[in-house]
């Protein structure tokens, strides 16, 4: 099982960055994913997650109506486009499948909200 972050960087307050998931090594249209966070000195945060088919989807609170997870089993991807950034926004965002009762997690990408 291999997860592959990419799409983070550097963005002002209020703008936008899509965050990519590019998964192999298994069945992907069979399992939820998800994306979860580690701010600078502070604990792994559960962010969203997806249905297999994409027809349920979870948001924290801090997230909620500002993020939006989705998928393609076709290109064994997943996404999250992140709109109305805030600082504290900014974090090692990282993408999370558990496989027959493996939690595995890709090795993250970095999101920097400052103006």
């Known amino acids: 099982v291999q997860l592959v972050e990419s799409g983070g960087g550097l963005a002002q307050p209020g703008g936008s960055l899509r965050l990519s998931c590019a998964a192999s090594?298994?069945?992907?249209?069979?399992?939820?994913m998800s994306w979860a966070r580690q701010a600078p000195g502070k604990g792994l945060e559960s962010v969203s997650a997806?249905?297999?088919?994409?027809?349920?989807?979870y948001y924290a609170d801090s997230v909620k109506g500002r993020f939006t997870i989705s998928r393609d089993n076709a290109k064994n991807t997943a996404y999250l486009q992140m709109n109305s950034l805030k600082p504290e926004d900014t974090a090692v965002y990282y993408c999370?499948?558990?496989?027959?009762?493996?939690?595995?997690w890709g090795k993250g990408t970095l999101v920097t909200v400052s103006s």
């Open positions: 090594g298994f069945t992907f249209s069979w399992y939820d």
């Open positions: 997806v249905a297999s088919d994409g027809s349920i989807t």
């Open positions: 999370n499948a558990v496989v027959l009762g493996v939690d595995y």
